[in-house]
């Protein structure tokens, strides 16, 4: 709330200042935004990150329901087995189109049902046993997704072999592995969607709305790469697990709770795509093209760049540190997840505060809904 | 934009000026003693004592905290809280009480003493509220809302439960109450002549005769009791407000206060509100009422200024997201508007001592937001012509509000 001010005042204050500096100057956004193709930069998130991230992750997330189905028809260890490794490939490649909250993810509320942790495992329970439930109703956001998989492939019993064992050959067994397919499916035909809008009239209308105002493509989906930093990376993955916001840690909070050594390497997964986004760089290769650094430069701010680079390093270097399983690193030495969070802090500050402000977008989310 | 911000900038300024005039006016007119703080005291004892508003604040905020637990209330408990029945809080002290929320709603001497028929009728919307929340919205809470069927909606991350036009209840409830309780009280009850001059008032103000066994003078009470209406939260210190403007536990007025003077529109209007409750308050001390009733007057349009901006607020952005084709997210805004243009029938233009807007209008602009399947089909421009018929009543402009 307090930082959204200060930014506002800050806007307020250079924007008085440019207005009396460029008196006689052209319309629009001034000297900066001639140097630099801000259309430029948007065919390169659209054709070279956000769509091969999201055919990537829409061909693991088939994957995933193809190899669940297999489970459910023939549930063996085996079968587990690959189905539990997909399940880890599938959730990894989800970090790489998490932060892209815009379009028909964003109307779907696609991040939402994905993956929303912790998981209300009670409710899961009981909805199994019940046999009735309906996973479009966002009151089951925490009931689904990722989150449920996690619960339903590693949760259910004290062992791995308890665990199959509610598949094969519990009383329940089939109505398990219905939520367990419909967990799965859902994921993909979401994800299939989003896919979807990308290849067809999305992409378009994205690289096309060139425009600084607020509504435009640049700005709004800033807004979400920050928020998604702010909220999702350093706060979801690190700052309520650690209990860095409420002084309490909260091992329940950790992603992949029960899977126990998946955790930190979403995160650095997660911490790596923000990067990339970052660069410039392409997905699936090591060519990079126009993004904020290169829109930084452009703007005679390559310090800032470098010192948003510099504490991305800074991150990694406390990160590789940590546990495979965040769990057991809260539980352990919690300490070093408040070193990373300090670090992410970091962060924060400069894309929030100093890159967003030196690229003339306003923020437009507060960090907590009252009401 | 820059057009817009510088404006805004130039409109910052004005009202910076604007209130350092008003706080030198007083001090060079007359001898008004207005302290840093609003702390008041007679022989060594504090006069301010406003526990029946922090009463009824922290009775609302109970009935609002159990408005969407579907599991555990019930039509039946929130309409005991309401009414204070049947000792129905968790918080006991309030079970005790002999006040209620009910009682005060649409319950001010100068909109209601002689219209009796009219507040009854705003007491039963608010018991309506509660009514559709637990019957119509709570049987369907486990579906999809669509156009004349209630349910849930997303947006975003969070849960909307909303009727068949996609009203939820309890933004119409809070955000309604805001006006029909905490406004009406403080601008066309406490405020008003008629309560702070009854009687024998002003000859025992004057005189410094206190109410039995109490530190305060009638008064002085009653205008202390208008300022807990808005600052009784318990999280709200009284000496000094603001120190927590936009950190409170308030939901209600306050909290809007804090959230239109973050809007660098409306910046300065919680600091010069404060300053027009402590120096009315100083001028009821020293028997100054020509002064006392000119702070009146700039609270009255300041609160009133509040409500319609949230007002106009909240509907701009129910007209962007509905653009945007994002429906939970506009039906959450166009509820929180639907409160507030609710709310505007108990503002108070000090020029006139009548509402910005009459009854009449207000039951027709909502009309318009409910018309058919209500916000499921109501047209951006239907809510772009409402946010002008408001500002058009106002200082400020939609633009600025919608900010």
């Known amino acids: 709330m307090k930082i959204t001010r200060i930014l506002i005042i800050a806007c307020l204050v250079l924007a008085a200042c440019s207005t009396e500096e460029d008196g006689s100057g052209t319309t629009g956004g001034g000297n900066s935004e001639e140097n630099f193709d801000r259309g430029a930069m948007l065919v390169n998130w659209a054709d070279n990150i956000i769509l091969p991230s999201y055919e990537n992750f829409n061909s693991e ?70 046999g009735t439930y309906d996973l479009a109703l966002p009151s089951s956001y925490d009931e689904q997704g990722f989150p449920a998989m996690d619960y339903l492939l590693y949760g259910l019993g004290s062992s791995k072999e308890e665990n199959l064992a509610k598949y094969a050959s519990g009383e329940n067994a089939e109505d398990y592995k219905a939520y367990l397919l419909d967990v799965a499916e859902r994921i993909n035909s979401l994800t299939a969607e989003v896919t979807a809008s990308w290849k067809g009239d999305y992409r378009n209308t994205f690289v096309e709305n060139t425009g600084s105002s607020s509504n435009g493509s640049v700005d709004r989906l800033s807004n979400k790469y920050v928020m998604y930093f702010e909220k999702f990376l350093r706060s979801g993955k690190i700052g309520f697990p650690s209990g860095a916001i409420t002084g309490t840690p909260s091992p329940i909070n950790v992603e992949a709770y029960y899977a126990e050594d998946l955790s930190k390497e979403l995160y650095l997964q997660a911490l790596r795509s923000s990067e990339d986004f970052f660069t410039g760089a392409h997905f699936g290769n090591t060519n990079s093209g126009k993004s904020y650094k290169a829109y930084l430069e452009a703007l005679d701010r390559g310090d800032l760049a470098n010192d948003i680079l510099a504490q991305f390093d800074a991150i990694s270097s406390v990160s590789t540190n940590l546990d495979a399983s965040l769990r057991d690193q809260v539980e352990t030495n919690n300490t070093l997840m408040l070193e990373a969070h300090d670090e992410l802090q970091k962060e924060v500050v400069l894309l929030k505060l100093d890159m967003l402000q030196a690229l003339s977008i306003s923020v437009d989310y507060v960090d907590s809904d009252g009401d | 934009m820059k057009k817009l911000l510088f404006s805004a900038v130039i409109a910052g300024l004005t009202l910076v000026s604007c209130s350092s005039d008003d706080s030198l006016g007083p001090e060079g007119e007359n001898n008004n003693e207005i302290p840093e703080t609003y702390n008041f005291e007679r022989d060594g004892m504090s006069t301010v004592d406003y526990n029946g508003q922090t009463t009824r604040l922290q009775m609302t905020a109970e009935i609002l905290s159990n408005f969407n637990d579907f599991d555990n209330a019930s039509e039946e408990l929130l309409l005991n809280m309401f009414a204070n029945e049947n000792s129905p809080f968790v918080n006991a002290s ?79 409830f809070a955000k309604g109450l805001i006006g029909a309780l905490l406004l009406d009280q403080i601008a066309n009850n406490y405020l008003s002549q008629a309560v702070l001059d009854e009687g024998d008032n002003r000859a025992n103000n004057d005189a410094g005769i206190t109410e039995e066994g109490k530190s305060y003078t009638t008064m002085e009470h009653k205008w202390d009791e208008a300022y807990g209406y808005l600052y009784g939260d318990p999280s709200i210190p009284t000496a000094d407000p603001n120190s927590v403007l936009n950190e409170s536990d308030d939901h209600l007025l306050f909290s809007y206060l804090g959230q239109v003077d973050e809007d660098e529109d409306f910046t300065g209007i919680a600091e010069e509100t404060f300053q027009a409750f402590k120096a009315g308050r100083a001028a009821i001390v020293a028997g100054d009422y020509v002064e006392r009733d000119e702070q009146v007057a700039i609270i009255r349009e300041n609160l009133s200024t509040v409500i319609a901006v949230r007002a106009v607020h909240y509907l701009m952005g129910g007209k962007d997201a509905i653009e945007a084709g994002n429906y939970g997210k506009a039906f959450h805004e166009l509820s929180e508007a639907y409160g507030f243009v609710y709310s505007l029938r108990f503002t108070n233009n000090p020029v006139i001592n009548e509402p910005y807007l009459l009854a009449e209008d207000q039951a027709r602009i909502e009309e318009q937001l409910l018309a058919g399947q209500g916000f499921w089909d109501v047209s951006p421009l239907t809510l772009y012509s409402i946010s002008g018929e408001i500002d058009s009543r106002f200082e400020f402009s939609r633009e600025e509000a919608a900010e």
């Open chain 1, 61 to 130: 997330t088939q994957k995933l329901e193809e190899l669940t189905q297999a489970f459910v028809q023939n549930p063996g260890d085996s079968e587990m087995t690959s189905l539990k490794a997909q399940f880890r490939s599938t959730y990894v490649a989800f970090q790489t189109v998490s932060m892209f909250d815009i379009g028909q993810a964003e109307q779907l509320n696609f991040r939402s049902f994905l993956n929303t942790y912790p998981l209300d495992a009670d409710a899961v329970d009981s909805k199994i046993a019940s």
């Open chain 2, 94 to 172: 309030l079970n005790e009480s002999s006040k209620s929320v009910k009682s005060k709603v649409a319950a001010s001497s100068l909109y209601f003493s002689t219209n009796t028929v009219e507040s009854a009728e705003i007491k039963n919307d608010f018991e309506s509220f509660i009514i559709g929340q637990m019957t119509t919205v709570k049987e369907n809470k486990d579906q999809l809302a669509e156009a004349g069927i209630a349910g849930q909606i997303a947006d975003g991350e969070r849960v909307r439960y909303v009727n068949e036009k996609g009203l939820e209840y309890n933004q119409a």
